[in-house]
């Protein structure tokens, strides 16, 4: 979130590149979990899925099992991870 010139807040959009490589992602994450994520998502030496599939960059035939398989690799490696704010808990466990 930022402000606008008016003082109001204004909520940015950030794409996946940036989030990957921001300080709080890399102190949240296992260095092994966010390497994986960067190469199969966002790096150029690695598989760049995102860019591909949003970008219609891959041919029909390119669409394969192994990718799905890493993409649901990479959902199971965010589940071992807790998003939710240690204040959030408590709060909620005393209202």
Do not use: C, W
């Not at 994520?37 to 029909?60: C, P, Q, T, W």
């Not at 589940?79 to 204040?87: A, Q």
Request: hydrophobic share 40%; aromatic share 10%.
């Amino acid at each position: 979130m930022t402000k606008d010139n008016k003082g109001r807040s204004i909520v940015r959009e950030k794409d996946i590149h940036a989030l990957l490589y921001e300080e709080p992602i890399r102190k949240l994450f296992d260095e092994d979990d966010l390497l994986f994520l960067k190469f199969l998502l966002v790096e150029k030496a690695g598989y760049n899925l995102r860019h591909k599939v949003a970008h219609s960059l891959m041919l029909f035939q390119e669409y394969s099992i192994n990718y799905m398989h890493l993409l649901i690799l990479a959902l199971l490696r965010l589940g071992k991870y807790d998003f939710v704010k240690k204040e959030d808990v408590t709060s909620s466990n005393n209202g």
